[in-house]
């Protein structure tokens, strides 16, 4: 684990928020110099705090107007192997997350689609017919919050 001062802390809230911004508009919101923002920011990403940056796309204005949770049982935990269910649901591009959980279900897919026509057919034609999948239980997400990170 990375230690964090406030500064640290400030850095990783403003990029959260726009992860586009330059090390020097960082610096000028922090009140610290260009040079100084880099370094810290070299050292968040060496240590692991920073992972990656990504763009957030808006699905809804691509086209995907319905996103679906599914809970997934394997069948015969024993028979499949997860790393075959795992390497078979993530080349399905709809499928947007794949977790494996401890608890009532074995994964938590979140899968988008474009309504609700086309997530029965992703389901029906892609999903059901995975390796060892057994009973699939799906949420429909109805509204989405982010929620402020622990920082």
């Known amino acids: 684990m990375i230690a964090l001062d406030a500064t640290d802390r400030a850095l990783l809230r403003a990029l959260s928020e726009d992860a586009t911004q330059s ?3 960082l610096g000028r919101k922090l009140g610290l110099s260009q040079p100084a923002t880099w370094r810290r920011l070299k050292r968040l990403r060496e240590g ?3 992972a ?27 028979r499949v ?14 499928v947007q997350t794949v977790q494996h959980v401890l ?17 029965e057919r992703i389901l029906r034609r892609r999903i059901l017919t995975l390796p060892g999948v057994g009973a699939v ?3 429909v997400l109805l509204s989405e919050e982010r929620l402020a990170g622990p920082l």
């Open 52 to 78: 990656r940056q990504r763009v957030d796309l808006d699905l809804a204005a691509l086209g995907f107007g319905v996103t679906v949770f599914l809970g997934v049982s394997l069948a015969a935990k024993g």
């Open 48 to 50: 692991g705090a920073i």
């Open 103 to 119: 608890g009532l279900y074995d994964y938590r897919l979140r899968v988008v689609a474009r309504d609700l026509g086309d997530f």
């Open 137 to 139: 239980d799906a949420n």
């Open 81 to 94: 192997s997860l790393a075959d269910f795992e390497r078979a649901v993530t080349a399905i591009p709809e």
């Open 23 to 25: 090390a020097g508009a």
